[in-house]
């Protein structure tokens, strides 16, 4: 393994005079896509285990989501036509094909009724399209079978850094906060469907949201700007009131976002697989970032996954062990070495000490066997997420 340390000679993002930071959350369709993909891919991780004793070759990470049409109305609405949800990739098929699709498609529906609370109310049709891998992918998970080191089946890369800038929390746990069982009990008309915007000038931070609010909890246009109002003040409450918050800048007058099911996936808005948050939860322009789309691939060999995991994971370790202002964490591979064995490219801007040797040993253990077995368990058991 080829490690390479370099320090960075520049001002840490949190010290620049501009930020912006970008979350969608779990209700945005496209961190549905995301979050589909990846629990289909995690059962059929399992159901695997369970049949063959180890992970078999698969990548769902080809997710669509449709939008449909709805008629929504101020205490009600309906959906006429339903949205659709297509989940494509290559999967390893034990038995029946049909079996396999059937594994993912119960999958696919309990998380919708477990992420939105008026899934009842879409009605989403489900399609799973699933084929068999190619043959030179699929003989790299001879090597699983055999307990060997798995092959990279890819040359790619992923990214990390840490620690998290205070605008990149606030605009996190933002979003976190608005979609929590708490808040959905007191303030239901809140829909799961929310993307929050952060900028930070300077020391000002502005938060701007998309809410889809719940047509069935607001009666009236007065009480949807009242509703709006309160959002505001919960989230100063919360956070601080020396927050510009704005919400729905797109409203006017009687043109509101209001929807039936808290979701805008119901009347035209669709969602695809990789183009929300990265593995950290953010979108951070300003910040070292990869396009990869990591839900639904395998947590067995596809470093399009498992890269952009680790170097988060790392990032986190050496930021938790030194005082710096900014580690920069860069995993490379070669399609079909040993995943163990990437180009690490680490950059930082100290704050204090910083030993190299230390970080070296940092980063040999978190991509060890056991490194990436807890990855993939943490993955498996729903400890670890990806969006």
């Known amino acids: 393994m ?6 960075l000679n520049q001002t840490p993002v949190s010290q620049q005079k501009f930020e912006i930071v970008e979350r969608k959350g779990i209700g ?27 992970i078999c070759h698969h990548n769902l990470d080809k997710g669509l989501l449709v939008g449909g049409v ?13 949205p659709d949800v297509i989940v ?66 890819d040359t790619s890369f992923g990214v990390g850094f840490a620690p998290m ?54 009666d009236s246009l007065e009480q949807y700007y009242d509703y709006k109002e ?24 009687d043109s509101v ?16 697989v990789g183009r929300g948050n990265r593995v950290n939860g953010l979108i951070t322009p300003c910040r070292t970032m990869s396009l990869e789309a990591v839900a639904g691939k395998n947590s067995v060999s596809h470093v399009g996954k498992l890269y952009n995991l680790k170097a988060e994971e790392i990032a986190k370790k050496i930021s938790e062990t030194f005082d710096v202002h900014e580690v920069n964490v860069m995993l490379v591979s070669q399609i079909g070495k040993p995943i163990n064995d990437p180009f690490v490219g680490v950059k930082y801007i100290p704050n204090g000490d910083f030993r190299f040797s230390e970080v070296k040993d940092i980063v040999t253990d978190s991509l060890s066997r056991e490194g990436f077995e807890e990855l993939t368990e943490g993955l498996l058991k729903g400890e670890i997420v990806v969006f």
């Open 230 to 253: 309160k959002i505001k003040e919960l989230i100063k409450q919360k956070f601080g009131s020396n927050i510009q918050v704005f919400v729905n800048t797109a409203d006017h007058d």
């Open 88 to 153: 494509a990739g290559t999967a390893t098929i034990l038995g029946n094909i049909d079996d396999t699709k059937k594994l993912i498609y119960d999958e696919v529906q309990h998380y919708l009724e477990e992420t939105l609370r008026f899934t009842r109310k879409l009605r989403p049709e489900i399609m799973i399209k699933i084929h068999p891998g190619s043959a030179d992918l699929v003989n790299v998970y001879n090597r699983i079978s055999k307990g060997e080191m798995p092959l990279a089946n």
């Open 70 to 82: 709805s008629h929504v109305v101020f205490g009600g609405g309906e959906i006429i036509e339903p």
């Open 28 to 54: 945005h369709p496209d961190s549905l896509a995301d979050g589909i993909c990846e629990t289909a891919s995690k059962a059929l991780s399992k159901y695997y285990i369970d049949k063959k004793g180890f």
């Open 2 to 7: 080829n490690i390479s340390i370099d320090r």
């Open 257 to 272: 976002y209001l929807t039936v099911s808290g979701c805008s996936w119901e009347n035209g808005d669709d969602g695809q």
């Open 165 to 218: 800038s205070t605008t990149e929390e606030l605009v996190y746990l933002t979003e976190k906060y608005l979609n929590s069982k708490k808040i959905k009990k007191r303030f239901p008309f809140i829909g799961e469907d929310i993307k929050v915007m952060g900028i930070r000038d300077n020391s000002k931070i502005k938060l701007t949201m998309a809410v889809a609010f719940v047509s069935e909890f607001v």
